[in-house]
């Protein structure tokens, strides 16, 4: 079952109907809240979509067009939707006095939001609105029947196990997040002064954890300060209030069977590698390439330049062939690589804004189909049962794929030995393309400092 006390959406045009179903839904333990959809808008519409939107219940005719103009309906819900949740996985519920036009309007939702290259809903489900309320007939509102409607809502939710999978993980986040702040908060609780006690405690967390950087970036600083608690709570908030046994039992079977859980076949393996490994950056970007971890591409006008021969003591070529290739290139291959470089101060500079000079690691982007190259793979198609990268302090960061490219994948190589020094802040010649996550980080100064794989890393292969 969807946990207790989740975050639910409501949209209806009737003012009333909408007061009702936020009722309903919170007797049956959700925290709704309501949009009431008004001369073809929603009245107070988010800015931007809501994060941990999971559930919708919306009515289906709602202004415009009439019961029967489906393509209108759809629209009003479809830019809803969009208003509303965004992305990510949730299901829509129709709370209609109509509730047998729902199959029609579902399949209208899902093919015109495939149209518009929109993430439909993962499921759907109806209630009918005249099971717990005769309409037009001037019955007052406590003559509304909210038990019945609970039970409605609780049955419909039961079919989506899947989704109260990843709510119940959402949660335990959450309150792992609630126990953070009460853990702290309970030193300052009977304090004289509490609210300024409270704040007192708040600013010496972040300044002790970053230094005088507190001053220019406060969220992150608290951060820093809070997250070693936040992950201790969550490893230990599983263990107090696991999902339900009827919620995970289809996993516990794929988990529990004699062979591996198989990935599913639309999930390719360089874009799952990706979500692990890095974040792409927007484009056009305001991140900076002295950012941690930054991967910047080398500017054309840069490389074989005066400063980068200095930098690394020869020409594009040659530093390829020396550091990453396992044997000779052609011209075309040669183009087909890019070069990279990969920020990799201190993490206490980089925490305390105390950075001097900034170490950026040398990297290359080469195209999956050309890795045999750099991995001692001979250039006439015969492949060796040995894969081996040029030396020791050369990474395969991973295969990888960027959003809108999942047809062309690349592999990532870093030199832990070759890199060059810039001083704080003076940008790199070149166009910010990606950051690596922070256990891909870690990992890449773990093989900077010893040559040797981090035990513990996940890695996906076809």
Known sequence: MIPSYSKVVAIDDNEDHLHKIVWGLGKAGFCAIPFLFEDGRLEGAPKNPLTGVRVVFSDIHMVGGGQNVEKVHADNIIRCLRAIVGSGPYVLIFWSQFPGDAQQIQTRICERMKERELPAPIGFAAIDKNAVMRIGEGLENDEFDANRLRELIVAELQQFRTLAVALSWEDRAARAAARTTNRLFDLVRRSVNVPEDWENLLAHLAYEAVGPAAKEDLTSALDAALLPLLEDQLTLIGKDEPPAREDIQ?????????????????????????????????????????????????????????????????????????????????????????????????????????????????????????????????????????????????????????????????????????????AAKIPVNGRPRFRLRRLTIEELAHRYITHARRPGVMRFTG
């Open 250 to 422: 289809r996993l516990m079977d794929l988990v529990g069977g004699e062979a591996r859980p198989e990935r599913p076949s639309g999930v390719a393996v360089p874009l799952l590698n990706a979500s692990y490994l890095i974040e792409e950056l927007p484009t056009p970007t305001t991140a900076n390439s002295w950012g941690r971890g930054i991967v910047t591409e080398l500017g054309n006008s840069f490389i074989n330049s005066g400063e980068f021969v200095q930098a690394f003591g020869c020409n594009d070529a040659i530093l390829i062939r020396q550091e990453f290739a396992t044997r000779d290139l052609e011209s075309e291959e040669r183009r087909a690589v890019k070069l990279q470089v990969v920020e990799l101060g201190p993490e206490c500079d980089h925490v305390q804004s105390k950075i001097a000079t900034h170490r950026y690691l040398l990297a290359l982007l080469v195209p999956s189909e050309l890795i045999g190259a750099f991995t001692g793979q001979p250039a006439n198609g015969k492949k060796q049962t040995t894969r081996r990268l040029r030396n020791d302090s050369v990474i395969d960061v991973g295969e990888i794929a960027f959003e809108g490219t999942s047809e062309q994948s690349w592999h990532l190589l870093v030199s832990c030995r070759c890199f060059m020094s810039r």
